[in-house]
Each structure stands twice: as C-alpha cells, then as structure tokens.
C-alpha cells in the first residue's frame, strides 16, 4: 500500500481561488475496500492536537483518484491585517498577519472492509517530484484572482507557472530590479543613472496629500535588510535615501511598510539607518520606496513611485481596499464629492384619537391616521476621481469589486486634534468599463459608496 500525491498546489496560493489535490492509493485492492476514501487533516502553523482544523474525506473516483479543494476549509482562517492609523514611532515591518497562513496536512485513508471503520491516518506519501513525507506544508494568500483579465494576472497563470516568484523580492545589483510589491497598481518608471538610481520621476504616478496615511505589502525574503525611501526634495533633481533596518521574523510571510507621507513620517527615528525625520517634507515632490540587502545598491523589488499633491480645490476622499493579491491598495478621489441620505419610513393606521371624555367627537384636521413607526438613513456619497489614463482606470475595478473597502476619513478629534479615522463601506457602485489605450484617453470614474452603519430616528 501507498499513497502518491499526484497533483499538489503550489505556495502562495490565492485562497479564495481553487486550492485542489489529488491522491492516489496505489494498491487497487485497498482501494476497493467496502467504504473505502481518502482522508486529510488539516492543521494551522503547526501539527499539534489542538491546531487541527478539520478532517477533509472525499471517496474515490472511478479511476480511484481522490480530488480535494482545501479552499474552503482554509479561506476562514484568513483575515485581513489592516495598518494602524494616527500611528507614532512605528516598527518597520510589521508582518500582515491574517493576510497569509500556514497550512500543514496529513493523509490517509478509511475503509470498513472488517465491518469496523478502519483509519490509518500515519501514512508517508509519495510527492509528484518523487520525494516522500509524512505531512506537507502549504502557504496561502487573502487574495482571488480573476480567471480573465486581459493584463491582470489571472489565476490559471499563477497557479500553472509559479507566478508568485514574481512577486517574491530577489537580489539584483546593478539592475532595474522587476519583482513587484501586491499590489496592481499602475507604477510609471521615470529615468535613472548608471547605478539604476532615480533621476527624474514621472507624473502618472498615484498622487498622495503629504496628511494621507498608508501601506505597502509584499512577500518576504529574508536577505531584506534594509527599507529604503528616495525622495525628489522642490526642483532639483536632488536623491535622498533613508535605510530603514529590516529583521522579520522566519514564519513571517507578508509584511506591509509605510507608503504613504504621514505615515513613513511616524517611523521611529531610532530605526533609521541614514536620515532623518520627517522624511517627506513640504518641499518634496515625488518619492520611490524599494527593498534592499545590506548594500543599498542591492536592490530587491522594484522602485514603487508617489507624487506628492498640492491641489487642494476640493475636499480629497482616500479610500483604503482589499487587492485581488491579498495586499491593500488607497486611491484618492479629488473632484467633488456629494454626501446624501436615503431615508426609509415606515407607517401603521390607527384610529383618530378623536372622542372626548363626554362622548362627543371632535373631528380636526390635526388627527392622525398614519403613525410613522420605524425611520432608518442609510448614507451614501458619491466621488469622482481625477483625469486617469486606461492604465489606473482599469485598475480600479479592484476597488469596485473588492469585499473590504474603508473611507480614510480626516477627523478634529473632541480635543481639537487631527486624526484620521477608518469607515468602513458596504457597497460601492461605479460606472466602470474597460478602457483600451490605443483608442482611448483620459477619463474619470464616478462611483457610489454606501456606508456599512444605518441610524435610526425616534418613534412617535
């Protein structure tokens, strides 16, 4: 008897997005055994009694293979690790727990050949690349990708060709590095010297207010040892970069650093390894953020680029969602924005209260015979973005679509301070069609939030 892995997932896979494997047991007689199916524990981080989530059990088919989804079981141990807001002195690299877990298996299989159910759940199974073990690990992502999206990675891609590397930071010195942040989201390359080193920046790039707050994510590699932020400061084409150390933790899988100006600004200046705070000032105007070894040349991710914004005509909407890559992406809407609220009422009919104490009836226009008897207002707000090329454009149907989304909100505090505090959103409607470049422009998208909270008025 032996069981053989035939098809077995890759890491990193995308968890709301198929997650299958199949089994073989090779001995054909077993495998007729009255009651005979396949078994699978699954445990989360660690094997250990009390880390087993669940026992996956499916029976044979007719060529007596046994095919499992484990995306079912897996996806409700996956959340979303949002960054924290109004943050002061802040760790470099806080890991994005929620966003990845840990999966480990162990196989099996039951029968009732004896008239007794028979389960032998020790078993050492056979991989598709030969090698043989008693349990397997598998990592998996807060993400689902798209079956088809025309340039978007798509789900056949990443899960067929090892995609994933691409987003995994390698050391390339010396070069335009091309690995990719988790993120989808449009990164113009401006120009840069011999040392690859930025020397002009575009102005395609996500525009940022110097108060937004806001986070990167990406996969680990454990040879990152430094953050790096190069700024362009007024109108000389002048560089500066700040090392930020960078140590996470082994079973760290995903980690998010500060993107966005009021934020990197928290960092605690003891974690600095050149510079000094603030490190996006009034004066800058464009700033890349990458990933490093020890030498800053060293570069292990691509240079991610934001253009600092000064148009203030309109009052600025930051939303804050969940990516299709498991990561969370912001968009600013700078045009105007229009706040309502749709009302529902409801009514019951009563009697007039229209007969005195003597008997006699007092007909008035002042009666009632609707009561309003239940009042609820939805809020609701429409935002319109600024002039986008097809690139953001079709990346922001991410943001229509995606299951988590939060309006980034400027508050003055009772105190008198500033924060910004985190609404979250239950529906977003958008007039979203694809864009093509070659045919078309420039164009702005107009969508439609609807907070996830309603109030409730008072009964008459």
């Known amino acids: ?66 095919r499992f989804d484990l995306s079912g079981i ?42 007794t159910a028979t389960i032998d759940m020790n078993q050492t199974v056979t991989l598709p690349d030969s090698s043989t073990d008693t349990n397997t690990s598998l990592i998996t992502l807060n993400g689902s990708l798209p079956n088809y999206r025309r340039d978007v990675v798509n789900f056949y891609d990443w899960q067929t060709n090892n995609y994933y590397n691409k987003y995994m930071p390698t050391t390339s010195s010396f070069a335009l590095n091309t690995k990719k942040f988790l993120t989808n989201s449009p990164n113009y390359l401006g120009t840069y010297d011999l ?29 990152i040892k430094k953050i790096n932020y190069i700024i362009k400061d007024g109108s000389s084409i002048i560089n500066k970069s700040f090392g930020v150390n960078f140590n996470p933790a082994t079973t760290t899988r995903v980690v998010k ?9 928290a960092i605690n200046p003891a974690d600095l390894t050149s510079g000094t705070q603030p490190i996006i000032t009034s004066t800058v105007t464009d700033y890349s953020i990458y990933l490093s070894e020890t030498s ?29 890559l498991g990561g ?24 007039p209260s229209d007969l005195t104490s003597t008997g006699a009836i007092e007909y008035s226009i002042s009666n009632r015979e609707k009561i309003q008897y239940y009042t609820k207002s939805s809020s609701k707000m429409k935002l319109n973005s600024d002039w986008v090329d097809a690139k ?17 909100d400027d508050y003055t505090t009772p105190s008198g301070t500033t924060e910004v505090r ?13 864009k093509i470049s070659s045919t078309d422009n420039i164009f702005n998208l107009s969508i439609d939030l609807e907070f996830s909270m309603d109030n409730y008025r008072q009964r008459f």
């Open 1 to 66: 008897m032996s069981l053989e892995i035939k098809h077995y997932p890759q890491d990193y896979r995308t968890v709301y997005n198929p997650i299958e494997l199949v089994m073989l047991e090779s001995d054909a007689t077993t495998r007729g055994y009255t009651g005979f199916a396949y078994l699978i524990d699954v445990y989360v981080d660690a094997i250990s009694s009390s880390n087993l989530i669940g026992r996956l059990k499916v029976p044979p088919t007719t060529n007596g293979f046994g």
């Open 74 to 115: 897996m996806e409700s141990y996956l959340s979303s690790s949002l960054g924290e807001l109004n943050g002061t002195n802040l760790g470099p690299q806080p890991a994005a727990i929620g966003n990845y877990r840990d999966f480990k298996l162990k196989y099996g299989w039951i029968h009732y050949n004896t008239g």
């Open 195 to 223: 040392t690859f080193k930025p020397t002009s920046f575009s102005d395609k790039n996500q525009k940022v207010r110097l108060t937004d707050e806001g986070y990167i994510y990406f996969l680990v590699n454990t040879d």
């Open 257 to 265: 650093i500060p993107s966005a100006p009021a934020t990197i600004n």
């Open 296 to 324: 800053v040349n060293d570069t292990m991710i691509e240079y991610f680029s934001f253009k600092l914004d000064t148009d203030c005509r309109y009052e600025t909407r930051r939303l804050e969602f969940l990516n299709s």
């Open 328 to 351: 969370f992406d912001y968009y600013n809407f700078t045009k105007v924005s229009r706040h309502r609220e749709d009302i529902e009422r409801k009514f019951l009919k009563a009697n």
């Open 392 to 408: 953001t454009f079709n990346w922001l149907l991410e943001l229509i679509e995606s299951p988590e989304v939060y309006l980034l």
């Open 422 to 434: 985190r609404i979250p959103i239950k529906n977003i409607e958008g007039n979203w069609e694809e």
